[in-house]
């Protein structure tokens, strides 16, 4: 439909008496002309990821002129305001969580992730995806948790398990259509197919997992050629280093963006690949990915995006949020905010290869089991850091951080491995998060050992990363059988510690991690866990903070 100039000029008139198009200035009148043509207009998607339960603002890392620097951030109340802001200076928003919504605190913990629920409602998300750490209170509670959410979730690639190796139905549908003006934007969801290896396996019994490729190209076309949609992205929970590999596959052809999660990245400028550009937006809620389309005549001519800090002190708490999260908390407050212990020195888990939070709790099993020759920890990558030293001068570790640190409390379990068994395990979790091929890295960052040193390199070539290795000091020997011990993961066969197979003689301690740590900083306060050097790259700096490599990125 066209507008005549005497229609323009007569829908002007609310200006005001006398006012013309000529009397507008210029800027005024281009915005006047915009609101009369909705083939010209801007979208803006907004998306979180990997918050991990942390309701409250908290110290963040970032790396600036080769050194850490620590500012406040986050907080779901800080950030209900903060998106507010971003909603009302957009002509059309849409608001995305893609993963990892309800693991990572205590109070998660102790509601089941029911306390997170009206939270994540009330902030007023628009579409969800599920991430690899839904399932961390099993399939009916994720299914539960995520059909409480008043927006549309969407997965195409997790289906009800049948038995029997029969696949169901999609348990969540597989994309979802934004229209705006007669304008299509399809997202198309994908979480980690590797969750029945990361994650405890039972934890994910009655799921069936598939790589995206298996239905990519299908759905690519269902909303390109079928359902019209001027751009296509992807909405992910992978890692970067998937999320990447994917971008590279023919299959993704005519996906625009893929919008991912998992790893923790923080993507400044998006990743360019062969068929689709990459970002990824950070964790814990101190940041918001910020994605903003021009469109003109149907079509998208222009993509900008920036990575936006949300600053705990510039972004005041809105009142509603911040109710509901005092409400939630109280029943458990007495016990998330008791003092365990102190550290001298800040906690934090960003470095790939060794880290303060790790040593800590690497030092608190081996105090709690001294007679284990070999304690192993998994390089988890959620907990934000703790910097801000209380009036004793020293840094607070609560009962609730070591929930932040290690949500799941597991059994210590403890196992014979010969040094065979341990070399070949080595070179395979290297290879997970220095792998060339960026499809073959997944997990977290390189596991975490006490009594154990080995030196490697980081880009060397498969199977024959380790360099050296000694127990205590001494070389390891191929024949000889060594004690070992780390958390017991549901479902796990009887032989299998820390993805170790084959493993003799297992049994559990009276200990779990959490005892283990209130145990050791009960004696021991204040610590002051420096990482040993147990790892050491000879080709990477200790302070590496990304495992992706070989494309423009840059973690700070």
Not at 77 to 104: N, P, V, W, Y
Not at 201 to 212: A, L, M
Not at 275 to 298: H, M, N, Q, R, W
Not at 338 to 345: D, E, K, L, P, R
Request: charged share 25%; with cysteine; proline share 6%.
């Amino acid at each position: 439909m066209k507008y005549s100039r005497r229609k323009f000029m007569s829908q002007l008139g609310a200006l005001g008496a006398g006012t013309s198009l000529l009397s507008l200035s210029p800027q005024v009148a281009k915005a006047e002309a915009k609101k009369l043509n909705p083939k010209s207009f801007k979208l803006t998607i907004l998306q979180t990821t990997d918050v991990h339960c942390q309701i409250h603002p908290h110290d963040e890392l970032f790396w600036e002129n080769g050194k850490s620097v620590f500012r406040k951030t986050g907080g779901y109340s800080h950030l209900k305001t903060f998106l507010d802001k971003e909603r009302a200076k957009a002509e059309h928003c849409l608001i995305m969580d893609t993963g990892d919504m309800f693991q990572g605190s205590e109070l998660s913990v102790m509601t089941t992730g029911e306390a997170m629920v009206p939270i994540l409602n009330e902030i007023g998300y628009d579409l969800y995806l599920p991430g690899n750490w839904e399932v961390v209170y099993y399939k009916q509670a994720m299914q539960h948790l995520l059909g409480s959410l008043h927006a549309p979730k969407i997965c195409a690639n997790m289906y009800h398990d049948l038995g029997d190796g029969k696949r169901g139905e999609l348990i969540f549908p597989p994309y979802h259509i934004w229209t705006v003006n007669g304008v299509k934007i399809g997202f198309l969801g994908y979480t980690d197919h590797l969750v029945p290896l990361r994650q405890s396996p039972n934890y994910s019994k009655g799921i069936i997992y598939t790589k995206p490729e298996e239905n990519l190209e299908h759905y690519v076309d269902v909303l390109r050629n079928q359902e019209k949609c001027a751009f296509v992205a992807i909405i992910a929970h992978l890692g970067l280093s998937q999320q990447i590999n994917l971008a590279n596959l023919p299959e993704c052809e005519g996906v625009d963006y893929i919008l991912g999660g998992d790893t923790h990245e923080r993507v400044r400028k998006p990743i360019q690949a062969k068929y689709a550009k990459v970002v990824e937006p950070g964790a814990f809620g101190s940041f918001v990915g910020k994605l903003e389309l021009t469109i003109e005549d149907g079509k998208v001519v222009k993509d900008d995006y920036e990575l936006l800090e949300v600053s705990s002190e510039d972004n005041k708490p809105d009142p509603v949020v911040d109710q509901i999260i005092a409400q939630n908390e109280l029943p458990f407050q007495e016990d998330i905010y008791q003092i365990a212990g102190y550290s001298t020195v800040p906690l934090y888990r960003y470095f790939v290869i060794e880290n303060p939070i790790d040593t800590m709790i690497l030092d608190a099993i081996s105090w709690q089991v001294p007679e284990i020759d070999i304690v192993l920890s998994n390089g988890f990558r959620f907990c934000p850091p703790r910097t801000s030293p209380d009036q004793t001068g020293n840094i607070p570790i609560t009962n609730g951080y070591i929930f932040d640190m290690l949500p799941v409390d597991s059994v210590i379990r403890t196992g014979k491995v010969t040094g065979a068994q341990i070399s070949t395990w080595l070179e395979k979790e290297l290879n997970n998060v220095f792998a060339k091929e960026a499809s073959k890295r997944f997990g977290g960052w390189v596991i975490k050992f006490r009594g154990m040193e080995v030196k490697f390199l980081a880009f060397g070539e498969e199977g024959k990363r380790v360099q050296s290795v000694t127990v205590h000091g001494k070389p390891l020997e191929a024949d000889r059988v060594y004690s070992i011990c780390a958390c017991e993961r549901d479902g796990d066969p009887d032989d299998m510690l820390c993805r170790m197979r084959g493993v003799q003689d297992t049994k559990n301690t009276q200990f779990t991690l959490h005892h283990a740590v209130k145990n050791y900083l009960a004696e021991n306060s204040p610590v002051t866990p420096i990482p040993p050097k147990s790892a050491v790259a000879l080709d990477a700096p200790a302070t590496l903070l990304t495992q992706v490599y070989g494309v423009d990125y840059e973690f700070r």
